[in-house]
């Protein structure tokens, strides 16, 4: 027999299924965030994670590169010879001062013209060799010998991109960080009409909890409803007065009542989220509406622009994959492209943040379920681990007097059969997601003592004390109490 909390779940599925296909209620499941007896009562400061989920396996060491010198064996010149025909030119990578790690030079791809701009005003970091680890690994013979382990499915995208949305990497499961996180921090927003779990990607395993699931908005359609808006087409209004007998009607059986309740606040959650949407301001930049990524940021920064008139006055979680990083062919012309358009989207998005005055309270984030081979397979690159990422904010951590503008981590050799190479150039990585995400949930408000129910294996990787992060990226610590 189902509990309460499966037919809940369920329910709002089927009764969303029936309304209508295509629509966005389709994906929006569950608004059965109650009260938990462990939830937090945050201060009243609004902050919000939008994750950006490259999917694919993004070819991160021709993101940052080493950018020392030409001259022979240096870090550019092993750099050019592991990645041969794959290699960019020297004179090609974008440079600068501020942007080293362990006092080597690195640059950035020349699409990322915008991003170099962000990095060298502060506003964004790298984090050097990150991948997903179930402990500590330091060289290639610990793997072999089996003295340390490695995660599930290693080289598998759908393991892969499962353990960075989840934070377990050593068995699969169904629920991930943002989601878990939601769980317990959900019922402190005001309003509970919509998820504080907000999808551009429809449904994911990184913002699915136990209890809170993610809503979900098209970057193409936004938020579709069955109301008549003055057309002439009869059927939405036919639609519309049928729903409104059935969803408006008393029901003595709980389970009924469950069902017609959860679909009820499904469509009025749709119809408030939609409403509040159409006083988003127009942005000084503008989205490009050309691709995905754009429109999704786009919406984005509309819903955080209107959260007071949803409730969502103190978190917001934002999910949105731009795919296509398998690049097995093809991989210097694609990459170009599509890093690109992430170099154009995270600089509109930075810009309507700013306009809208929660730059410095939105925190941005890549993940990609691996990088790639350092060696090339003839026009492409094959699956690797260990690759860099991005985080953007005005929360950053000041070093040196200094914010932000720092490649956090230990950026590696690339020389072929090191200690850290597994074969071909794929790099054991030195930071762990468990940091990464810990980081990230702290700056969020989560007490340290929640971690290791997020993240199990945390304890082997950071070890809190107070004034302290798993890494060192994020200026502070959010607040909140039991």
């Known amino acids: ?56 396996g993004n070819d991160s ?16 010149d092993v750099y050019k010879k592991s990645r041969s025909n794959l290699a960019l030119p020297f004179n090609n990578v974008l440079k600068s001062a501020a942007l080293q ?28 060799n990150v991948g997903t680890l179930v402990e500590p690994v330091d060289t290639v013979t610990q793997l072999r010998n089996k003295s340390k382990k490695s995660p599930l499915g290693l080289y598998s995208h759908s393991d892969q991109a499962y353990q960075w949305q989840t934070g377990v990497p050593h068995e699969r499961s169904s629920t991930g960080w943002g989601g878990k996180i939601a769980d317990l921090v959900n019922s402190c927003n005001s309003g509970q009409d919509i998820s504080m779990n907000i999808s551009l990607s429809g449904t994911n395993v990184f913002q699915t909890g136990n209890e809170v699931i993610e809503y979900s908005i098209s970057p193409y359609n936004g938020v579709v409803t069955i109301n008549n808006d003055g057309g002439t087409w009869a059927l939405p209004q036919i639609i519309k007065t049928s729903l409104d007998s059935m969803l408006y009607n008393p029901y003595t059986d709980a389970y009924k ?5 959860t679909t009820r606040k499904s469509r009025e959650g749709a119809a408030l989220l939609k409403s509040a949407l159409t006083t988003a301001p127009t942005y000084t930049t503008p989205f490009v509406t050309s691709n995905e990524l754009s429109r999704s940021l786009k919406y984005i920064a509309d819903v955080i622009a209107t959260r007071s008139l949803i409730g969502h ?22 990459q170009n492209e599509m890093l690109g358009i992430v170099n154009q989207s995270l600089d509109t998005f930075a810009k309507a943040l700013k306009q809208i005055g929660v730059f410095n309270q939105v925190t941005t984030f890549t993940m990609s379920e691996f990088a790639r081979t350092l060696t090339s397979n003839g026009n492409g690159t094959d699956h690797g681990w260990g690759g860099n990422v991005m985080v ?5 951590k000041v070093n040196n007097g200094v914010k932000g503008r720092k490649v956090f981590g230990n950026y590696p050799s690339l020389a072929l059969k090191t200690t850290i190479d597994l074969g071909n150039g794929v790099l054991i990585p030195s930071l762990s997601t468990d940091a990464y995400f810990a980081e990230l949930a702290l700056w969020f408000g989560l007490p340290p003592s929640e971690l290791p129910l997020i993240y199990p294996n945390i304890n082997k990787f950071y070890s809190y ?14 607040s909140s109490c039991m």
């Not at 060491?61 to 550019?76: F, K």
């Not at 790690?101 to 050097?128: C, R, W």
């Not at 934002?318 to 795919?323: D, L, Q």
């Not at 004390?465 to 959010?478: H, N, R």
Request: net charge neutral; hydrophobic share 40%.
């Open 1 to 56: 027999m189902q509990s309460r909390r499966q037919f809940i779940k369920n329910a709002s599925c089927a009764a969303v299924g029936g309304i209508t296909m295509g629509s966005t209620l389709l994906n929006f499941r569950s608004l059965n965030a109650a009260v938990q007896s462990n939830a937090f009562n945050l201060n009243n400061d609004y902050r919000a994670m939008v994750c950006i989920l490259m999917g694919g």
């Open 61 to 76: 060491y021709n993101m940052l590169i080493p950018a020392d010198s030409t001259a022979v064996n240096s870090n550019y």
């Open 101 to 128: 790690n362990n006092g080597i030079p690195l640059g950035l791809h020349p699409a990322m013209t915008s991003v170099k701009q962000m990095y060298d005003n502060g506003e964004l970091v790298f984090l050097a």
């Open 257 to 261: 009542k469950t069902y017609i309740d």
């Open 313 to 334: 006055n103190k978190r917001q979680i934002f999910f949105v994959e731009f795919g296509g990083w398998d690049h097995h062919d093809e991989v210097l012309n694609n």
């Open 392 to 396: 953007m904010g005005g929360d950053l």
């Open 465 to 478: 004390q107070p004034g302290t992060m798993p890494i060192g990226f994020m200026g502070s610590q959010g």
